[in-house]
């Protein structure tokens, strides 16, 4: 007499047909991404003489995720499945926003091309992976008001700034001037958007009066200034 075995896979469900007494052949649970998958009962090696229902029974994989804050904050690896409630961290950096985590390695079902945001919730995602942090390092406005020259210029947080150039004062009528320096100190690297302004010396030793008086009948008149 022929017993049937139901093998149940989710929605679907496959039957087969043995002999009382026939060698069970035993069919594979479908497989379901993220799960291992097993039968709920043990299958008999050899037909009885009853018909007989075997239910897929998915547990979720643990997969390890690893995190490479790239100079921010440090941030715990950890484990996670296709279920897990967990969601991605936030770390901090100085002078930098945090965008976002993206993939560098591992397979599973991670978009290698997204930037996930911190808090973006880790249910149906599976794989072992390593999500490397995506920063966007801020600018600073430096303004440098060098005599007859005002540069602005842009630098990224952590860079050494610099005047690109000599600062220059045009000469006025008496005197001459020459560059002594700024009026603050450079920073070893820029944290905040800052204004420095030239400071320049007179210099009066540069400058001559020569007179000129006249002779023999002639007349002269005015000062000229070298």
């Known amino acids: ?3 049937k075995i ?3 896979s989710g929605d679907v469900t496959q039957t087969v047909e043995f002999k009382f007494g026939e060698a069970v052949i035993t069919y594979p649970p479908m497989k379901k991404a993220g799960y291992t998958a097993s039968w709920d009962k043990e ?54 926003t945090f965008l976002g985590w993206k993939v560098s390695a ?9 930037v996930y945001k911190g ?8 794989g072992n992976m390593t999500l490397t942090a995506v920063w966007q390092i801020k600018l600073h406005t430096v303004t ?10 842009q630098w990224y947080h952590g860079a050494t700034p610099s005047f690109d150039g000599t600062p220059y004062k045009s000469s006025d009528e008496s005197r001459s001037y020459v560059f002594i320096g700024w009026d603050k100190e450079f920073p070893a690297t820029v944290s905040e958007s800052a204004i420095y302004v030239a400071e320049f010396a007179k210099v009066e030793e540069l400058w001559h009066t020569v007179r ?5 009948g002639g007349s002269l008149s005015g000062t000229v200034v070298y």
């Open 6 to 8: 139901n093998w149940v």
């Open 43 to 96: 299958v008999p090696v050899v037909m009885p003489a009853e018909d007989l229902t075997f239910t897929a029974v998915y547990t979720p994989i643990q997969y390890y995720l690893r995190f490479n804050s790239a100079g921010g904050s440090a941030v715990e690896n950890f484990y996670y499945d296709i279920t897990s409630d967990r969601t991605l961290p936030t770390p901090e950096r100085d002078g930098a």
């Open 144 to 153: 440098w008001i060098a005599g007859d020259i005002t540069k602005v210029t």
């Open 106 to 114: 591992g397979t599973g079902n991670w978009d290698k091309t997204t």
């Open 212 to 216: 000129f008086e006249a002779s023999l």
């Open 119 to 126: 808090g973006t919730s880790l249910e149906g995602f599976y």
């Open 1 to 3: 007499k022929l017993y």
